[in-house]
T-cell receptor, first 114, second 114 residues
Framework: SQQGEEDPQALSIQEGENATMNCSYK?????LQWYRQNSGRGLVHLIL?????REKHSGRLRVTLDTSKKSSSLLITASRAADTASYFC??????????????FGTGTRLQVTL | EAQVTQNPRYLITVTGKKLTVTCSQN?????MSWYRQDPGLGLRQIYY???????DKGDVPEGYKVSRKEKRNFPLILESPSPNQTSLYFC?????????????FGPGTRLTVT
């Protein structure tokens, strides 16, 4: 079963608006990562947030982590058409004996229209 | 340029005809992994390798084989492909295993088994 699950499954916004997508996970984690995938292409790493961090920024990206709620959010500010892609969270699970394996969710498909 | 390469990018084959998808990374990464991506199921790990000659099963290893004879290469072998192995395949690598390290993905191999 998935460790991380993104919400919503799909999101459509206009250029210039902010996009927020969420990731929920089941068990305690060490770190959480966000990746982006343009249609049919390989995933690209965006940002990593550690379990002892609450917020992290990278350019127009803002990631928050709430370990008490077992959830993370990815905010893309001032979105552009080029942000159209699928976004995945990836987490591990503490003390599972799987060498900190990274498990990916099913992704949020973001469509940014002009 | 740091990268993960996969070949072929597209492959159409028939049931039972053995095939190999190659994967190579030029970053001296210890950890390499194969995923398959199917609609609605996200990325699922097939096999992974912690180092040369060390490989282990992921979540969906049935019908696949791997080898890691050199650090840079991690081929995926389908001894007798079946239509349910039609999928988009990604090779990925990271410096070490675990969620502290970002994974670098190849461009993907779209496999169709008829």
């Amino acid at each position: 079963s998935q460790q991380g699950e993104e919400d919503p499954q799909a999101l459509s916004i206009q250029e210039g608006e902010n996009a927020t997508m969420n990731c929920s996970y089941k068990t305690s984690i060490n770190n959480l990562q966000w990746y982006r995938q343009n249609s049919g292409r390989g995933l690209v790493h965006l940002i990593l947030i550690r379990s002892n961090e609450r917020e992290k920024h990278s350019g127009r990206l803002r990631v928050t982590l709430d370990t008490s709620k077992k959830s993370s959010s990815l905010l893309i500010t001032a979105s552009r058409a080029a942000d159209t892609a699928s976004y995945f969270c990836a987490t591990d699970a503490v003390n599972t004996g799987t060498a900190s394996k990274l498990t990916f969710g099913t992704g949020t498909r973001l469509q940014v229209t002009l | 340029e740091a990268q993960v390469t996969q070949n072929p990018r597209y492959l159409i084959t028939v049931t039972g005809k053995k095939l190999t998808v190659t994967c190579s990374q030029n970053m001296n990464h210890e950890y390499m992994s194969w995923y398959r991506q199917d609609p609605g199921l996200g990325l699922r790990q097939i096999y992974y390798s912690m180092n040369v000659e060390v490989t282990d099963k992921g979540d969906v290893p049935e019908g696949y084989k791997v080898s890691r004879k050199e650090k840079r290469n991690f081929p995926l072998i389908l001894e007798s492909p079946s239509p349910n192995q039609t999928s988009l395949y990604f090779c990925a690598s990271s410096l070490y295993p675990g969620s502290s390290y970002e994974q670098y993905f190849g461009p993907g191999t779209r496999l169709t088994v008829t």
